[in-house]
Nanobody, 119 residues
């Protein structure tokens, strides 16, 4: 049973950068698509970035508001996925969650890591 743990969040100023890390325990996620979601106060959890599984070439996708600023990547050998966030804005403030997409069973979620961006 794979478990996901996010880390790397914190309090930063607008324009700063952070790199979030999602580490898996209990198994490998090399054959699964991975994604980052975020949930701001009072709003629904929303997609941020995704990266495909190895057999599909590890293709990436991003929500429009982070394109050009965020980069998702994965290191299958370390069972780790990253979200590099540059030029952060106050609107990026949210709890960020890592997810593992499964073909039949429900998506696996991490516990979340708080990102707060002040102006």
């Amino acid at each position: 049973q794979v478990q996901l743990i996010e880390s790397g969040g914190g309090l930063v100023q607008a324009g700063d950068s952070l790199r979030l890390t999602c580490s898996a325990s209990g198994g490998s996620f090399s054959t699964y698509a991975m994604a980052w979601f975020r949930q701001a106060p009072g709003k629904e959890r929303a997609f941020v970035a995704g990266i495909g599984e190895r057999m599909r070439g590890g293709r990436t996708s991003y929500t429009d508001s982070v394109k050009g600023r965020f980069t998702i990547s994965r290191d299958n050998g370390k069972n780790t996925v990253y979200l590099q966030m540059n030029r952060l804005k106050p609107a990026d403030t949210a709890v960020y969650y890592c997810s593992l997409e499964r073909p039949v069973l429900p998506t696996i979620w991490g516990q979340g890591t708080q990102v707060t961006v002040s102006s």
